[in-house]
T-cell receptor, first 113, second 112 residues
Framework: EPEVTQTPSHQVTQMGQEVILRCVPISNHLYFYWYRQILGQKVEFLVSFYNNEISEKSEIFDDQFSVERPDGSNFTLKIRSTKLEDSAMYFC???????????FGSGTQLSVL | GENVEQHPSTLSVQEGDSAVIKCTYSDSASNYFPWYKQELGKGPQLIIDIRSNVGEKKDQRIAVTLNKTAKHFSLHITETQPEDSAVYFCAASLFNNNDMRFGAGTRLTVKP
């Protein structure tokens, strides 16, 4: 069964450092998403991406965040200058149709020290 | 924006019993309601979804019901098995809107 893959599974970084979280969506999917889940809290929408541009973003997705599809397979989330409160599990997801039947990856646990 | 509330936060049942998880949503325009199962160390996996033009949908031991008037929807798992133990999330969104809002999750434990 096709799956969304995310790397790394764990990332530890110092406050103020830049991090890039990587995702390989399912190959025939057209819509890509990043969500995050702070320990014990809800899964929160960050951003959606379609046709090489952001289609929607939440209030969490400020200027410190950016997304990119650098080639035909990868989808990345960059946090420019990490803060302690960025510590969370970050999930990538993809879908064939907009916002329907999302397939999630296993997540990257980001710890900002 | 949409706000989704989910209850209970934890649920423990005996193997073979039924489990029911309930969610309410705030935006009457929402028309797509998926349910996700998250096992330890994994991402959420879609188990069933329903659109607002349907009141009920079943898939083997899993069913979802939707009450648009009351703005609530529920997940029903019958004949529970230990492998059903996981965290279950409901979500709601407008069908062509990419901002899906999740509930806080229900940790289901099925005791053998």
């Amino acid at each position: 069964e096709p799956e969304v893959t995310q790397t790394p599974s764990h990332q530890v970084t110092q406050m103020g450092q830049e991090v890039i979280l990587r995702c390989v969506p399912i190959s025939n999917h057209l819509y890509f998403y990043w969500y995050r889940q702070i320990l014990g809290q809800k899964v929160e929408f960050l951003v959606s991406f379609y046709n090489n541009e952001i289609s929607e973003k939440s209030e969490i997705f400020d200027d410190q965040f950016s997304v990119e599809r650098p080639d035909g397979s990868n989808f990345t989330l960059k946090i420019r200058s990490t803060k302690l409160e960025d510590s969370a599990m970050y999930f990538c997801a993809s879908s064939v149709l907009t916002n329907e039947k999302l397939f999630f990856g296993s997540g990257t646990q980001l710890s900002v020290l | 924006g949409e706000n989704v509330e989910q209850h209970p936060s934890t649920l423990s049942v005996q193997e073979g019993d039924s489990a029911v998880i309930k969610c309410t949503y705030s935006d009457s325009a929402s028309n797509y309601f998926p349910w996700y199962k998250q096992e330890l160390g994994k991402g959420p996996q879609l188990i069933i979804d329903i659109r607002s033009n349907v009141g009920e949908k079943k898939d083997q031991r899993i069913a979802v019901t939707l009450n648009k008037t009351a703005k609530h929807f529920s997940l029903h798992i019958t004949e529970t098995q230990p492998e059903d133990s996981a965290v279950y999330f409901c979500a709601a969104s407008l069908f062509n809107n990419n901002d899906m809002r999740f509930g806080a999750g229900t940790r289901l434990t099925v005791k053998p």
